[in-house]
């Protein structure tokens, strides 16, 4: 059975006053984070560590991310309850429970199904009312109508940004996506037009994302 002891909370509110100390300034990510237990989304077995800022190991070659990394992407987003977001990369769920608890509605994607049975089954036990979806992300959920999306966040490092996810994009929306190979930069593409090259892209520093599998169609920047 799982537990949110007095002790997660201490930890998860010491994690947040970290975060805040170190430059996250949007309050709505810092509720969320210090509601959503980090704990329920990793291994037992690392208990210990799941409110220290690192990546840990989730399975099926992925990791959850670090906390830095969760609060930074969220407050790129620049999100408003009620807002549709695409997440592309569900892999533990625990940035899809975050959005949750921002008031988004989450439409998210994740290609490994040993991941996608295991999230899926966590997050509606937790009551998170996300819609999950096994697919390929580099395609989005071009063939299901619920975009266009208001937000559109990438959690894993894509070489390229992929051209069905601009499309899916809303006139006025924002995309935050990790680029390149190695070591990713992580940007904040906003749509401003409809056009091809209507877009403004901000950068915010570089991290490490276990890498987007392999897929068509992607648009150089």
Same mark, same amino acid.
């Given at each position: 059975?799982?537990?949110?002891?007095?002790?997660?909370?201490?930890?998860?509110?010491?994690?947040?006053?970290?975060?805040?100390?170190?430059?996250?300034?949007?309050?709505?990510?810092?509720?969320?984070?210090?509601?959503?237990?980090?704990?329920?989304?990793?291994?037992?077995?690392?208990?210990?560590?799941?409110?220290?800022?690192?990546?840990?190991?989730?399975?099926?070659?992925?990791?959850?991310?670090?906390?830095? &990394?969760?609060?930074?992407?969220?407050?790129?987003? !620049? *999100?408003?309850?009620?807002? @549709? #977001?695409?997440? =592309?990369?569900?892999?533990?769920?625990?940035?899809?429970?975050?959005?949750?608890?921002?008031?988004?509605?989450?439409?998210?994607?994740?290609?490994?199904?040993?991941?996608?049975?295991?999230?899926?089954?966590?997050?509606?036990?937790?009551?998170?009312?996300?819609?999950?979806?096994?697919?390929?992300?580099?395609?989005?959920?071009?063939?299901?109508?619920?975009?266009?999306?208001?937000?559109?966040?990438? &959690?894993?490092?894509?070489?390229?940004?992929?051209? !069905? *996810?601009?499309?899916?994009? @809303? #006139?006025?929306? =924002?995309?935050?996506?990790?680029?390149?190979?190695?070591?990713?930069?992580?940007?904040?593409?906003?749509?401003?037009?409809?056009?091809?090259?209507?877009?403004?892209?901000?950068?915010?520093?570089?991290?490490?994302?276990?890498?987007?599998?392999?897929?068509?169609?992607?648009?150089?920047?």
């Amino acid at each position: 059975m799982m537990q949110d002891t007095f002790k997660h909370k201490g930890l998860r509110q010491q994690m947040v006053d970290t975060l805040r100390a170190n430059g996250i300034s949007d309050e709505a990510v810092l509720k969320a984070m210090n509601e959503v237990p980090r704990h329920f989304f990793i291994d037992s077995a690392l208990d210990s560590h799941a409110y220290e800022d690192r990546a840990l190991k989730i399975g099926c070659e992925q990791t959850i991310s670090h906390p830095s &990394t969760v609060a930074m992407q969220s407050q790129l987003l !620049a *999100l408003q309850p009620g807002m @549709k #977001v695409l997440e =592309i990369g569900t892999g533990s769920g625990y940035q899809t429970a975050v959005l949750c608890r921002m008031g988004a509605k989450v439409f998210t994607v994740e290609r490994q199904k040993g991941l996608f049975d295991q999230t899926r089954k966590l997050l509606s036990t937790l009551r998170y009312n996300a819609r999950c979806f096994l697919g390929d992300g580099y395609q989005g959920l071009a063939e299901v109508n619920y975009g266009p999306y208001d937000r559109i966040i990438v &959690t894993c490092g894509a070489p390229e940004v992929p051209e !069905a *996810l601009m499309a899916q994009l @809303k #006139v006025g929306g =924002i995309m935050v996506i990790p680029l390149g190979d190695e070591e990713q930069e992580m940007l904040r593409i906003t749509k401003e037009g409809a056009e091809s090259g209507e877009w403004k892209v901000e950068k915010f520093g570089t991290y490490s994302f276990v890498p987007m599998l392999n897929g068509k169609n992607m648009k150089q920047l």
